[in-house]
C-alpha cells in the first residue's frame, strides 16, 4: 500500500511539474502576457488535467514570481515592475562580479563551462534559433558567471533571478533584435577575462548590466 501511495504522489508531482513548465514556456514566448487571467477550469480542458493539478501548478507560479494571486479574482500573469526589475538587476550585478573577480583562482572546469555557455549562445545566434532558446542561452551564460564562485547556493540564487528576468524579457521585442550585439558583447567579457584583465572585465560587466536594466525598462516603458 505504501508502495501505490509512493507512485501516485509521484505521478501527481510529474503532472504538476508539465503543467508549470508549459505555463512557463507561454509566458516566455510571449503567448501568456502581463495580466492574463489563468483560469483554471479553461486551462484544465486545454491541458487534459484536472483542476487541483492546474490549482497546484498555480500556486508553483506564483512563488516564483512569474504569477500573482489575487482576492476574488484569480490567478494572473504577473506584470513586470520597475522596482522588482531594478532589485533584480542589481542582485544579479552582485553576483556575476563576484564570479568575474574569481576567474584567476577559478577551477578550469567552471572557467571551461562559461567558454562552453558563450560557445552556445553564439552558435543558437548564428543559427538564428527561437527566441527562447536565445533567451535561455544568453542568461545560462550570465549563470555561468556566477557559478565561477564554486558556490552551488549562489548559483540557485542566480536561477531563481533569471526565471524573474526571463518573464520581463519575454515582453521585449527589442530585445531579440539585440542577440548578435548580446552575442558581441558577451565575446569580449570572455576575451578580458582570458588576458587576464580581471578589472577590465569587471567593468565592462557592469557597463552592460547597466545597459541591459536601461534597455529593458525603456522598452517596457517602465521609467
Given at each position: 500500500?505504501?508502495?501505490?501511495?509512493?507512485?501516485?504522489?509521484?505521478?501527481?508531482?510529474?503532472?504538476?511539474?508539465?503543467?508549470?513548465?508549459e505555463l512557463?514556456?507561454?509566458?516566455?514566448?510571449?503567448?501568456?502576457?502581463?495580466?492574463?487571467?489563468?483560469?483554471?477550469?479553461?486551462?484544465?480542458?486545454?491541458?487534459?488535467?484536472?483542476?487541483?493539478?492546474?490549482?497546484e501548478a498555480?500556486?508553483?507560479?506564483?512563488?516564483?514570481?512569474?504569477?500573482?494571486?489575487?482576492?476574488?479574482?484569480?490567478?494572473?500573469?504577473?506584470?513586470?515592475?520597475?522596482?522588482?526589475?531594478?532589485?533584480?538587476?542589481?542582485?544579479?550585478?552582485?553576483?556575476?562580479?563576484?564570479?568575474?573577480?574569481?576567474?584567476?583562482?577559478?577551477?578550469?572546469?567552471?572557467?571551461?563551462?562559461?567558454?562552453?555557455?558563450?560557445?552556445?549562445?553564439?552558435?543558437?545566434?548564428?543559427?538564428?534559433?527561437?527566441?527562447?532558446?536565445?533567451?535561455?542561452?544568453?542568461?545560462?551564460?550570465?549563470?555561468?558567471?556566477?557559478?565561477?564562485?564554486?558556490?552551488?547556493?549562489?548559483?540557485?540564487?542566480?536561477?531563481?533571478?533569471?526565471?524573474?528576468?526571463?518573464?520581463?524579457?519575454?515582453?521585449?521585442?527589442?530585445?531579440?533584435?539585440?542577440?548578435?550585439?548580446?552575442?558581441?558583447?558577451?565575446?569580449?567579457?570572455?576575451?578580458?577575462?582570458?588576458?587576464?584583465?580581471?578589472?577590465?572585465?569587471?567593468?565592462?560587466?557592469?557597463?552592460?548590466?547597466?545597459?541591459?536594466?536601461?534597455?529593458?525598462?525603456?522598452?517596457?516603458?517602465?521609467?
Amino acid at each position: 500500500m505504501g508502495e501505490q501511495f509512493g507512485t501516485l504522489s509521484l505521478e501527481l508531482t510529474t503532472t504538476v511539474d508539465r503543467v508549470a513548465q508549459e505555463l512557463r514556456r507561454a509566458m516566455f514566448d510571449g503567448e501568456l502576457g502581463s495580466g492574463t487571467a489563468l483560469r483554471e477550469v479553461a486551462l484544465a480542458d486545454s491541458l487534459g488535467v484536472s483542476r487541483p493539478t492546474v490549482r497546484e501548478a498555480l500556486s508553483v507560479l506564483v512563488a516564483e514570481g512569474l504569477a500573482v494571486r489575487e482576492p476574488n479574482r484569480g490567478v494572473a500573469v504577473a506584470t513586470p515592475d520597475p522596482d522588482s526589475i531594478r532589485d533584480v538587476c542589481r542582485a544579479r550585478a552582485v553576483l556575476e562580479e563576484a564570479g568575474v573577480r574569481r576567474w584567476p583562482d577559478a577551477a578550469e572546469e567552471l572557467r571551461e563551462r562559461v567558454r562552453a555557455s558563450l560557445a552556445g549562445y553564439a552558435a543558437a545566434v548564428r543559427a538564428t534559433a527561437s527566441y527562447q532558446e536565445l533567451n535561455e542561452r544568453h542568461l545560462a551564460f550570465h549563470v555561468s558567471l556566477v557559478g565561477l564562485t564554486g558556490s552551488g547556493r549562489l548559483v540557485h540564487m542566480a536561477d531563481a533571478l533569471v526565471v524573474e528576468l526571463r518573464l520581463a524579457l519575454a515582453q521585449v521585442d527589442r530585445i531579440r533584435r539585440n542577440a548578435h550585439d548580446q552575442a558581441d558583447s558577451h565575446t569580449q567579457l570572455v576575451r578580458l577575462l582570458e588576458r587576464g584583465d580581471v578589472d577590465g572585465a569587471s567593468a565592462y560587466l557592469a557597463r552592460h548590466l547597466a545597459d541591459e536594466e536601461t534597455s529593458l525598462l525603456d522598452a517596457l516603458d517602465l521609467r
